[in-house]
């Protein structure tokens, strides 16, 4: 076979290229040869300036939450968040944009602030809550979605499965009842009698009831009475505690984002009545709360970071499977318990990951 007849052995840009463009410039062979090797040249300037342009561009990433990431007890998840992306090159002021928009613990504010993210078009929305992480998916037909630390994502139809979620939505995801069973054990640790614990929650969540069941079957595994307390608002606090002074000995404080962003009020009404208190988030242990027992919030927002960074470079959500917490930490506030003139039993104190004095 003849040289000519086996392109193989024409590499592009060779010596034999040029030596038969000079020698046999309107050859079959050699014009299908400048035409592949133009081709070529052409498709690499394409990419070289697809890529110089993907570059330049300024990703915007929304965030939909409850409460403003500002207070000295929840600086440290927005930072975590922050630092994380930085770590695998994202920059706020270079190559990303932040868009926060906050219901203000107004659970109903969240389709709103949904479709405004939704205008402003962001590449992907990171969601704080369930009720967040819903609106989000609502409000928008193609946006990704992450969720930091969100309820039970399965069970509550964001994803078809946590393995292969299937949708837009992937990220990190709290199997809540698990974590209300332990707090509450952690409260009945605390009292040698069996105890009549409020459980605060907010019953204009989505799947309220499930998530009042769910709590009253665990306290009555342990022997417990459970009192529903329940608020919508926050005007509804002060009267709920003023109502249950009288008829609970401990309280459980479940975290959403009505509690979550009304924490200092929250706490402050349960030193007033002196009571034993556990948070489902630590935030609130920082804010002078008793104890929690809870994933880390922090960590839950460094991992949603992950979650960003992979789709921003091109991962798809339904490819990404949800993640669970593999840590959860008690958190005791000794400079509480003493105001409350409260022994923490050296038990309790001793299975403690953190103790802040």
């Known amino acids: 076979m003849s040289t000519f007849g086996d392109t193989r052995a024409l590499g592009a840009g060779s010596?034999?290229?040029?030596?038969?463009?000079?020698?046999?410039?309107?050859?079959?062979?050699?014009?299908?040869?400048?035409?592949?090797?133009?081709?070529?040249?052409?498709?690499?300037a394409a990419s070289r300036s697809a890529a110089a342009q993907q570059a330049g561009k300024v990703w915007r990433i929304g965030y939909l939450g409850s409460t403003p990431l500002?207070?000295?007890?929840?600086?440290?998840?927005?930072?975590?968040?922050?630092?994380?992306?930085?770590?695998?090159?994202w920059v706020e002021g270079q190559n990303i944009a932040f868009e926060r928009r906050y219901a203000q613990g107004r659970v109903e504010r969240f389709e709103e602030l949904a479709v405004e993210l939704a205008r402003l078009r962001v590449?992907?929305?990171?969601?704080?809550?369930?009720?967040?992480?819903?609106?989000?998916?609502?409000?928008?037909?193609?946006?990704?979605?992450?969720?930091?630390?969100?309820?039970?994502?399965?069970?509550?139809?964001?994803?078809?499965?946590?393995?292969?979620?299937?949708?837009?939505?992937t990220g990190v995801t709290l199997i809540t009842q698990d974590v209300a069973a332990k707090g509450l054990e952690l409260v009945k640790d605390f009292s040698p009698r069996p105890v009549r614990?409020?459980?605060?929650?907010?019953?204009?969540?989505?799947?309220?009831?499930?998530?009042?069941?769910?709590?009253?079957?665990?306290?009555?595994?342990?022997?417990?009475?459970?009192?529903?307390?329940?608020?919508?608002?926050?005007e509804d606090l002060e009267p709920v505690f003023v109502g249950a002074r009288e008829r609970i000995d401990a309280l459980f404080v479940r975290a959403d984002p009505l509690t979550l962003t009304n924490r200092d009020r929250i706490v402050k009404?349960?030193?007033?009545?002196?009571?034993?208190?556990?948070?489902?988030?630590?935030?609130?242990?920082?804010?002078?709360?008793?104890?929690?027992?809870?994933?880390?919030?922090?960590?839950?927002?460094?991992?949603?970071?992950?979650?960003?960074?992979?789709?921003l470079r091109g991962a798809k959500p339904a490819d990404l499977p949800v993640e669970q917490p593999t840590k959860f930490e008690l958190t005791i506030n000794l400079k509480t318990a003493k105001a409350l003139g409260l022994t923490i039993p050296p038990s309790l104190l001793a299975r403690a990951d953190q103790v802040i004095e």
């Open 15 to 44: 010596e034999l290229d040029i030596d038969l463009a000079q020698r046999l410039p309107h050859h079959p062979v050699v014009n299908r040869r400048r035409f592949l090797v133009t081709s070529l040249a052409g498709a690499l």
């Open 70 to 89: 500002t207070a000295p007890e929840m600086a440290p998840i927005w930072t975590a968040f922050v630092d994380t992306l930085r770590e695998r090159g």
């Open 123 to 169: 590449d992907a929305i990171v969601a704080a809550s369930h009720p967040a992480a819903l609106a989000a998916r609502n409000a928008t037909s193609d946006t990704p979605i992450v969720m930091a630390g969100v309820g039970d994502a399965l069970r509550y139809g964001l994803v078809a499965s946590l393995a292969r979620p299937g949708g837009r939505v």
């Open 197 to 234: 614990v409020g459980f605060l929650w907010n019953v204009a969540l989505p799947f309220s009831e499930t998530i009042w069941s769910e709590a009253r079957a665990a306290s009555e595994h342990l022997g417990m009475t459970l009192e529903p307390l329940e608020i919508r608002r926050p």
């Open 269 to 311: 009404l349960a030193a007033q009545h002196k009571l034993i208190t556990m948070y489902s988030a630590g935030e609130f242990v920082l804010a002078g709360g008793l104890m929690s027992y809870a994933a880390p919030l922090t960590t839950a927002f460094r991992d949603a970071a992950r979650y960003v960074d992979k789709i």
